[in-house]
């Protein structure tokens, strides 16, 4: 299995801007129909980000980074990006790249958020992002 492995976390300033990067995207997307971000902050429950279809480019995102964050993925390099503008307090937490798996197993995505998800399977070591007020 084809890790991934996500860079570019760090600490910056309520309002102030980062870019993640994921790196062995390119190994999953011919497999998974979806690759994404997720985050996962102290206490809290691991919850999806943004997530955007290998085949079609079509983009999904919670509902409290709409606006505010963009996914791309660049398949000549094999790079998933992650711009996040305007970031919040709120917005502290290890984020992760991750991929769907097959239909089975079932994934160990957000299940409450419902499709897509729900399917991811395949899970970076995650980056750091701390946004202070």
């Known amino acids: 299995q084809v890790q991934l492995v996500e860079s570019g976390g760090g600490s910056v300033q309520a309002g102030g801007s980062l870019r993640l990067s994921c790196a062995g995207v390119?190994?999953?997307?011919?497999?998974?129909?979806?690759v994404g971000w997720f985050r996962q902050a102290p206490g809290k429950k691991r919850e999806g980000v943004a997530a955007?279809?290998?085949?079609?480019?079509?983009?999904y995102y919670a509902d409290s980074v709409k606006a505010r964050f963009t996914i791309a993925l660049d398949n000549a390099k094999g790079i998933l990006y992650l711009q996040m503008n305007s970031m919040k307090p709120e917005d502290t937490a290890m984020y992760y790249c991750?991929?769907?798996?097959?239909?089975?197993?079932?994934?160990?995505?957000?299940?409450?958020?419902?499709?897509?998800?729900?399917?991811?399977?395949?899970w970076g070591q995650g980056t750091q992002v701390t946004v202070s007020s």
């Open positions: 955007i279809s290998t085949a079609h480019g079509d983009t």
């Open positions: 390119s190994a999953y997307t011919s497999s998974s129909y979806c």
């Open positions: 991750a991929a769907t798996g097959p239909p089975s197993p079932p994934g160990t995505g957000d299940a409450n958020m419902g499709w897509p998800w729900a399917d991811f399977a395949y």
